[in-house]
């Protein structure tokens, strides 16, 4: 969709649009690929079995075929555990690569679809824009985002043993909704803010900066390279101008309520102050329809959120079983490991 949209744009003469959606692209690409590496050499550090030489490691990411790779893997795993039986090592071996795709499928989301989905929305309502098949990816687009954290939320509490399994049927129900009703009207408000003025992106990117400053607060340690630790962050910051991410699986009840109080604000004031400064949008077929949206998807949202953390959020501890020691981080030292830590203990705890 993203190469049909930028062909569509550089046909038409809007170079800038086609640009821009190049650079989303390349920019979500370019990082969900550093952090594919650096899993696959950390597993091969602790796993010497079935791992990839260091030069078709690069090959591959060079290539950008690293989540092909991880998901041919991730077939041929399945395959092999169906055949052979599946014991208790293959079970969560399969789990700890299914958590890391989801989660740099959520990457991929956050920094590549919408942006993209942002870009397509400004089209439309700015300029008209607008076909039938524009529609219906994006209500795909705007399920598939919130799909992605629900998916990752269920790998990771399965992968983490400590922890309950996330249950199927209505509480997955509730939260998809809870996520669909927050984030999709925050993509819309943000829209707006830049159909106001493009000096608006000042302000998100003051909202990211805040969200990269709060990650940098906590001190997160999830990456063993510095450098890579950093852009981690810095997706954290992405992440945290759509929707509230628990960055160190503490009891965060009140940034919680904190952050869906300025969101909630947020996107509410952006359709008043279009109406404010750009009277004449009042006129258009979308502002009424937009503005009732947004009121009414932010309060069913946070009333999913309350149905969800009140009555259907699992809660007490799974089974007790060491997780995936893979990253090789010692809370001592020496030379031999007291205590390990795992990745999937250092990941975003939605």
Wanted: proline share 3%; glycine share 6%; net charge neutral.
């Amino acid at each position: 969709m993203a190469f049909y949209n930028m062909t569509t744009y550089f046909r038409s003469g809007h170079v800038t649009w086609a640009v821009l959606t190049l650079v989303f692209v390349l920019v979500g690409s370019l990082c969900i690929q550093a952090f594919s590496y650096a899993w696959f050499k950390d597993d091969s550090d602790s796993n010497k079995e079935d791992c990839l030489s260091t030069c078709h490691l690069i090959g591959i990411h060079v290539l950008q075929i690293g989540i092909c790779i991880r998901y041919i893997q991730l077939l041929k795993k399945s395959f092999k555990a169906l055949r052979s039986g599946q014991n208790e090592q293959d079970e969560n071996e399969l789990i700890w690569l299914a958590t890391d795709l989801s989660m740099l499928r959520m990457f991929e989301m956050f920094l590549e679809s919408i942006p993209q989905l942002i870009l397509q929305t400004y089209i439309i309502l700015e300029h008209n824009h607008r076909s039938n098949l524009q529609y219906i990816s994006m209500a795909v687009s705007f399920v598939s985002i919130a799909w992605a954290t629900v998916d990752y939320r269920r790998c990771l509490r399965k992968s983490l043993t400590y922890l309950k399994e996330m249950p199927i049927g209505i509480p997955t129900a509730v939260y998809l909704s809870y996520k669909i009703f927050t984030i999709t009207p925050r993509i819309l408000s943000l829209t707006l803010f830049i159909m106001l003025s493009n000096f608006s992106i000042v302000s998100m990117a003051c909202i990211w900066l805040l969200g990269t400053i709060w990650a940098f607060l906590e001190e997160t340690s999830f990456c063993l390279s510095r450098a890579l630790e950093y852009l981690y962050r810095a997706i954290v910051g992405v992440i945290l101008i759509f929707t509230f991410f628990n960055i160190k699986g503490t009891n965060t009840k009140v940034h919680m309520t904190l952050y869906y109080i300025f969101n909630l604000c947020h996107n509410l004031s952006a359709p008043i102050l279009l109406f404010l400064l750009k009277p004449e949008s009042e006129k258009t077929d979308y502002f009424l329809p937009i503005l009732f949206f947004i009121l009414v998807s932010n309060l069913m949202g946070l009333g999913f959120l309350g149905l969800y953390y009140s009555l259907l959020h699992p809660r007490g501890h799974g089974k007790e079983k060491i997780g995936d020691e893979i990253d090789g981080m010692y809370e001592t030292g020496g030379t031999a490991p007291e205590t390990k830590t795992t990745r999937f203990e250092r990941f975003l705890q939605i």
